[in-house]
């Protein structure tokens, strides 16, 4: 990391209880090498302990900090200041989309949880439901455990909501279930959990969505909901043709 | 049942797990925590389920107490669980001449362990330093901190535990004589401010115990030490790597969900209210974890973060009642009744902290119901949000 001091503006939005919103600057001495959600703990630290951020791993691995930097869909946590402005420049920083302001920038993220839940979405699951294929990673050669079970890994979605904010959609349509649910539903396979069919062969689950993939552009942790969705119309599709052909 | 009312300042692993605990035994609980569950130290860990090994041959009272509660978490809270396991290698001549006390600890603590040749070591990790001259298998494991937290926070409040999120304790209240009947809040979402009454209010607020002490003119000096950890954008193993030595800096490298975090470091601040990420530090953590994965050198950072250890000074007043934790009944040690503080431990111990606590307090109120939690599952972390 350099010594190189940038200064930034950070535009934030502020709400509390029923008063109006409104957005507020602050002008920070940064390090380009710090993260987003480094110069929103600082404001608070030293400039105005009424703000209110959600955050709590700061490496990527418990979605609690998801915000919109420059009005794109962030994990603050590991985005870099270098990478969304420049030295002199500024940082909007507001709550995520499609889900209810609590204050500031937290959001009441219920409706994410709530379709998690309907679809049983492991949070640990077996390594073999999600390799970590790609490249330069050697595999381990042996896969079963010692005592002959499979390692269980923790899921790649880490629940942060971006993908729900970005969705055009689910802005619209309060019901849908929204990419991180359907994609936790891909996951398990409607072969292997054919109870979750019911659940997303409807108008709220995998028809509502337009194919914007704009889910997978902003999601930080390599679970490309929106090629999951497709996949999962194929698998309802394939459902549906077994149950015609009077299949199980 | 009793029906006192008991308030936990603080909702780190220590103030939710103390939650839990006082919700089973029949409490009134409400939890004031000044911003979202585990945004503290507790978020900020590792993540090492520890299972003992690191602390067999200096500190055997803390190895037992983790792999014991590394063995319940396992059972009451899988969902925030990678099981995977750990090795701890020896990479050079020094790490080799620590394996015969590691043997011996390992075995007075009861932590089981297996040693593997090089080669069966690199055939279940082969991203490890080829160079390894042993390893031996334990029963680490990874932590999701976020969930681990929200676990026991979502069982305590089905239980009936009140969490009141982003509401600073801005003073105590007490009765004239001194004593402390509950506290004032400052609710930051709604911009409100209220007082809570309570029986016994439980000060689990880490490093920064202090500053809640003080409000009742009590000085707990603590010395906030924190340490840097850094993440890699790559999963280079499956399994928790130690170095097989002495703890120090930098020595665990821990594979969580498609990343590797390498930590950690010690040094002393101030102020735990903001800790700045050190640019040697993050180096120092490539230095040493690439000693344990080469391939580290090749991987991008993702992440860089510090979280703040509450090392309590020997000037601490009264007796603790543990060693590997501090608790005071700040009746004991300073004549003020209705304040308990919590801090230190670890958080792969929170279950165990928490039932010393509690019990505590329950002795203090004359309430005899004895601790459940280590045979009560909990429920699935979703539920804090989803009634
Ligand atoms: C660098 C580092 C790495 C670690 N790694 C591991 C590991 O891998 N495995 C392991 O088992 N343990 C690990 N630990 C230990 C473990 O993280 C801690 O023991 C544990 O997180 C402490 O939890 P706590 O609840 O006591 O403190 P905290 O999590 O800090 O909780 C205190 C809470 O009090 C709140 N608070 C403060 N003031 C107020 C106020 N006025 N009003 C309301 N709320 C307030 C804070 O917001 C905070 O949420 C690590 C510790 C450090 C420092
Ligand atoms: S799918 Fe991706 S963007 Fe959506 S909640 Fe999960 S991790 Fe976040
Ligand atoms: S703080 Fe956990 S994902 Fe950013």
């Keep these: 990391m350099s010594e190189e001091k940038w200064t930034v503006n950070f535009v934030v939005y502020r709400k509390k209880g029923e008063g109006a919103p409104h957005y507020q600057t602050f002008t920070l001495e940064v390090s380009p090498e710090e993260y987003v959600i480094d110069g929103v703990e600082r404001i608070w630290a030293f400039h105005d302990r009424s ?29 870099r200041i270098r990478d969304v402005t420049s030295n002199g420049g500024t940082l909007r920083i507001e709550p995520l989309r499609n889900f209810p302001v609590i204050s500031d920038l937290v959001v009441d993220m219920s409706r994410l949880y709530v379709g998690m839940d309907k679809v049983h979405a492991p949070a640990v699951h077996p390594l073999s439901m999600a390799p970590l294929e790609g490249e330069g990673i050697k595999p381990p050669r042996e896969v079963p455990m010692d005592d002959g079970k499979e390692y269980l890994r923790l899921a790649d979605c880490i629940e942060c909501g ?87 | 049942m009793s029906q006192y009312h008991a308030i936990v300042v603080g909702a780190g692993f220590t103030g939710v797990a103390i939650a839990h605990d006082l919700a ?11 911003g979202p569950i585990a945004n503290g130290t507790s978020g900020r860990t590792h993540g090492l389920l520890h299972s003992g090994a690191r602390y067999a041959v200096n500190d055997q009272e803390s190895a037992i107490e983790c792999i014991q509660e590394n063995q319940i978490l396992r059972l009451i809270v899988p969902d925030a669980i990678e099981p995977n396991g750990g090795l701890f290698i020896a990479v050079d001549e020094s790490d080799l001449e620590y394996r015969e006390k590691f043997i011996q600890g390992c075995e007075e603590c009861k932590i089981p362990i297996r040693e593997l040749t090089p080669k069966e070591a690199l055939r279940i990790e082969p991203n490890l330093n080829p160079k390894l001259l042993t390893a031996f298998t334990v029963p680490d494991g990874t932590f999701d901190p976020l969930r681990l937290a929200l676990a026991f926070a979502a069982t305590a409040k089905s239980n009936g535990a009140v969490f009141h999120l982003y509401t600073d304790v801005v003073d105590l209240l007490t009765d004239g004589q001194g004593n402390i009947k509950g506290v004032k809040v400052w609710n930051r979402a709604a911009d409100k401010r209220f007082e809570i009454e309570g029986d016994i209010v439980v ?10 002490t003080s409000m009742a003119g009590i000085r707990v000096p603590i010395a906030p030490t924190p340490g840097v950890m850094v993440a890699y954008d790559k999963r280079l193993t499956q399994r928790a790597i130690n170095r097989l030595n002495k703890p120090g800096d930098g020595d665990i490298v821990l594979p969580q969900r498609r990343m590797m975090v390498v930590g950690t470091t010690s040094f002393s601040i101030e102020d735990p209210d903001y800790v700045p990420v050190l640019p040697d530090h993050v180096a120092l953590m490539i230095e040493r974890g690439s000693e344990l994965i080469p391939a580290l ?21 009264g007796r603790s009642i543990s060693r590997t934790f501090k608790a005071y009944d700040h009746k004991e040690t300073d004549n003020v009744e209705g304040l308990v503080t919590i801090t230190g431990g670890k958080a792969t111990t929170l279950r165990l902290m928490a039932e010393k606590t509690v019990d505590l307090v329950c002795k203090k109120l004359g309430v005899n119901v004895p601790c459940t ?9 979703r539920k804090f949000y989803v009634d």
């Design chain 1, 51 to 79: 703000l209110v951020f959600a955050h709590a791993c700061h490496h990527s691995t418990c979605g609690a900090c998801g915000m919109r930097v420059n009005g794109v869909e962030k994990l603050t946590c590991i985005t």
């Design chain 1, 162 to 248: 971006l993908c729900i904010s970005a969705c055009p959609v689910a802005g619209t349509a309060e019901e849908y279930l929204g990419p991180a649910v359907l994609a936790a539903a891909q996951l398990q396979g409607l072969g292997r959990a054919p109870d979750l069919t019911a659940v997303v062969d409807c108008v709220d689950g995998v028809w509502r969505c337009h194919s914007a993939y704009e889910c997978t552009a902003v999601c930080p942790s390599s679970v490309d909901p929106g090629w999951r969705i497709m996949d999962l119309r194929r698998q309802v599709l394939a459902q549906r043709i077994r149950r015609w052909f009077g299949g199980a």
């Design chain 2, 24 to 34: 089973l035994r029949g409490f009134r609980v409400t939890v004031v925590e000044r």
């Design chain 2, 203 to 212: 000060n689990a607020t880490g490093a920064w115990v202090g500053q809640i």
């Design chain 2, 297 to 317: 050198r090749q991987t991008k950072e993702r992440g860089a973060y510090m979280a703040t250890r509450p090392l309590i000074g020997s000037g601490a007043p």
């Design chain 2, 373 to 381: 939690t280590a045979e009560t599952p909990l429920i699935s972390y």
